[in-house]
């Protein structure tokens, strides 16, 4: 993953989850729903970690056997 996605991820991911700190005093719903977002973003940014990963060893293993 590039460092500009990766810094991408890290900030959004901050930022969503103290979003969802600031929101357990005004609203358990709320908050419930920023937390999932939260979840979701880093997920989100572990998949595409692991796809790229796998496009990498795929091609340098495929660009071996060619070799």
């Keep these: 993953m590039s460092k500009g996605l990766s810094l ?6 901050i930022v969503l989850l103290t979003v969802t700190a600031i ?7 709320l ?3 920023l937390f999932v977002l939260s ?7 572990f998949i ?13 293993s495929a660009s071996e056997s060619i070799s």
Aim: glycine share 6%.
């Design 8 to 13: 991408w991820f890290a900030f959004s991911s």
């Design 23 to 29: 929101t357990i005093s005004y609203s358990g719903w």
């Design 31 to 33: 908050a419930t729903l």
């Design 39 to 45: 979840m979701a973003n880093i997920a989100w940014g």
């Design 48 to 60: 595409i970690r692991a796809k790229k990963e796998r496009r990498e060893t795929s091609s340098s």
